[in-house]
């Protein structure tokens, strides 16, 4: 999506957890905002808070099937992966 930011919303449900939306949008002027890997990600201030700290990854679930996974130490049901040994 040419010109256009990939766009991180979340919320707290009644359990505590986060629920998450992601889609192309404009950048406002009040959004926090990351370029990685030549994308431009913002959050609006009402996400901020939720989503400090936060790793947004791509990864392989099972052959031929990916996923966005979202790794955050701020929802209380997070488990942080193993790491590996090499």
């Known amino acids: 999506m040419p010109g256009l930011a990939l766009r991180i919303a979340a919320r707290r449900r009644t359990d505590g957890s986060i629920d998450y939306v992601m889609g192309f949008d ?3 002027e009040t959004d926090s905002r990351v370029d990685a890997f ?5 959050v609006a201030p009402t ?3 939720l989503v400090d700290g936060m790793t947004l990854d ?11 996974i979202f790794l ?3 929802d209380p049901h997070f ?8």
């Open 58 to 68: 791509f990864v392989e679930m099972e052959p031929g099937r990916s996923d966005f």
């Open 79 to 86: 488990v942080p992966p193993e790491s590996s040994a090499d």
């Open 47 to 49: 996400s901020t808070e």
């Open 72 to 74: 955050n130490p701020n």
């Open 38 to 42: 030549g994308v431009t990600v913002v």
């Open 26 to 28: 404009e950048p406002a």
